[in-house]
């Protein structure tokens, strides 16, 4: 069975919520759940924190938009979510690559329908790459970001496709295991970008084991089972054929308190984003907990070092050193959250582990910080020529209490004469704002991605830029994108995992990031539901969940 279904993870037992706390979540979920969903009568309710904003795969990185596409639409291969080994799937074998990997032909399967009854075949195959691999600015489409180099398909025959690259490609083939290239009908791929927005999402085709049947804008999807639905992978040993379950439906519930109390007072089965304080109550009314690791970029704390705060390293080092992650992990999560010992997850591929270099030493953040020429003020808070010593973060908010680690950390740099300010603003303008090289000092991220080309992208400055190291048609680090430069010309495999370890040496060395923790998605779900399990970076699948018991 894959997905360790019914796993169930230690827990610290500080921070727990009260009984009281309890009892009063479950009076509120079910008048919350019960307001915006009728009872049901077949399948099971699944509650999320976040409603999609967008199907068009792309964009699928957004776990509550991938949550419905890993559902929905399948892709050429399938990376098993423990081993990530790669294995056939629409693809009915793993591509044909030349030697430099700059082609790759894939054979279909020749007996997968969409949902609209259209066909799956190479030309479509090749029209959804094409879109994934360019986009479309006249419809507002942007191209997917791990298609880099791509220069167009090419239909061999009915069931045969090649792709090609102007630049060594090795991990393209992974990249077809991800919902940002997850296949859907050539109808349904001539939408603009209103067209996968909210409100269309019963007009998304994909040919996975479910099909959407109902949208209530903004609060509720409801996905129906495929009764022709054949063509899971080979390699998925939980289950062949049409899905178990009959029917589920996607529920809106941001409040943490709602989502777990809905569990516990039968309002739904299954619910993402289980807070780490409520994981030990969870367990002790009978619910299990299912910790999925996300395999890429962990949750951390980098620096925008082309900002002149940021510029020295020494002020990043003393950073480093002045936050306690002991205690914060230990206050605010849980065992479901171990400790970063790299920028990559210690599951991720090319990781490699930073011995030591993360330590708690406000003594030497101190002395960091006078070397460095800042002295501490009237305040308490350090100055240099008549500047202070003020950094601003940005709250990820789709990340796990993000707001409260934050105000840790800021306990933590005001010890040490630092100021930390939390820039305001929902996710649109968190994602403006960590693109403005003058407003984020220190930006918190992570990236879910079980690819060695993670990091790579991650870094480079035609990629996710996410140092800003490109700014204004300008490189502020020549050697770091040299260093990324160089791995996308690499083909072996050895020498890429080489390469991805020397680029966390080289952010460790020059204090360009602080891992927190290794980032889960937490799911909760009751004992009547068995199969659960996720995808390679944790999104729910619901293909082999069963309801095994329980009153009706």
Not at 339 to 349: E, K, P, Q, V
Request: with cysteine; hydrophobic share 35%.
């Amino acid at each position: 069975m894959i997905g360790s279904v019914g796993r169930r993870v230690a827990i610290h037992k500080r921070g727990l919520r009260s009984a009281l706390g309890a009892i009063v979540a479950s009076v509120l979920v079910a008048v919350s759940v019960s307001a915006c969903s009728s009872e049901p009568e077949r399948g099971i309710t699944y509650v999320e924190p976040n409603m999609f904003n967008s199907l068009y795969p792309p964009s699928g990185g957004y776990y509550p938009n991938g949550g419905v596409l890993n559902n929905i639409a399948d892709r050429l291969l399938w990376q098993h979510p423990e081993t990530l080994e790669l294995h056939p799937w629409i693809a009915t074998e793993l591509p044909e690559i030349n030697e430099d990997a700059t082609e790759f032909t894939f054979t279909l399967r020749e007996d997968v329908t969409y949902s609209d009854g259209t066909k799956l075949d190479a030309e479509n195959v090749a029209a959804n790459y094409d879109l994934y691999g360019f986009g479309d600015p006249d419809r507002a489409l942007t191209p997917s970001d791990q298609l880099g180099g791509y220069e167009g398909a090419e239909v061999l025959d009915d069931y045969t496709v090649r792709f090609h690259f102007d630049r060594p490609s090795p991990g393209f083939p992974q990249a077809t295991s991800t919902m940002n290239q997850a296949l859907l009908s050539t109808p349904t791929l001539e939408n603009g970008n209103t067209g996968f927005s909210p409100g269309n999402a019963e007009n998304i085709s994909g040919s996975g084991p479910f099909v959407i049947t109902d949208e209530e804008l903004g609060t509720g999807l409801t996905l129906s089972a495929r009764e022709d639905y054949d063509w899971a992978p080979p390699a998925r040993t939980d289950h062949q054929g049409p899905a178990e379950v009959e029917e589920i439906r996607f529920t809106l519930a941001e409040e943490d308190s709602v989502r777990t109390g809905s569990l516990v007072a039968e309002q739904s089965d299954i619910a993402r984003q289980i807070e780490a304080p409520d994981e030990r109550h969870l367990i002790d009314q009978g619910i299990n907990i299912h910790s999925a690791g996300t395999n890429g970029v962990n949750n951390a704390y980098h620096f925008h070092f082309r900002q002149p705060l940021m510029e020295d390293q020494r002020v990043r080092q003393a950073i480093i050193h002045a936050i306690d992650r002991e205690n914060i992990l230990n206050t605010l999560y849980s065992q479901s959250y171990p400790a970063g010992t790299s920028i990559l997850a210690a599951n991720a591929l090319g990781y490699r582990e930073q011995d030591g270099a993360y330590s708690f030493d406000p003594e030497r953040s101190r002395e960091l910080l006078d070397d460095a020429g800042w002295q501490i003020g009237e305040d308490g808070v350090r100055v240099r020529d008549g500047e202070r010593l003020s950094v601003t973060f940005n709250e990820a908010v789709p990340q796990p209490r993000s707001r409260e680690m934050f105000t840790k950390v800021q306990e933590k740099l005001r010890d040490v004469g630092i100021e930390a300010e939390l820039n305001p603003g929902d996710r649109t303008a968190q994602q403006e704002a960590m693109q403005d090289l003058e407003r984020i000092q220190v930006r918190h991220t992570m990236v879910g991605r079980a690819s060695y080309d993670t990091l790579p992208n991650w870094l480079d400055v035609d990629g996710r830029n996410s140092f800003l190291n490109g700014w204004e048609d300008t490189v502020g680090d020549e050697e770091m994108q040299q260093m990324v430069d160089d791995y996308f010309a690499l083909v072996d495999e050895d020498k890429r995992a080489a390469a991805v370890g020397k680029m966390q040496d080289y952010l460790t060395e020059h204090a360009l990031v602080l891992p927190m923790f290794e980032e889960p998605q937490v799911y909760g779900f009751r004992d009547t539901i068995s199969g659960f399990s996720t995808e390679a970076i944790g999104r729910p699948s619901f293909y082999a969940v069963r309801e095994t018991g329980g009153e009706e």
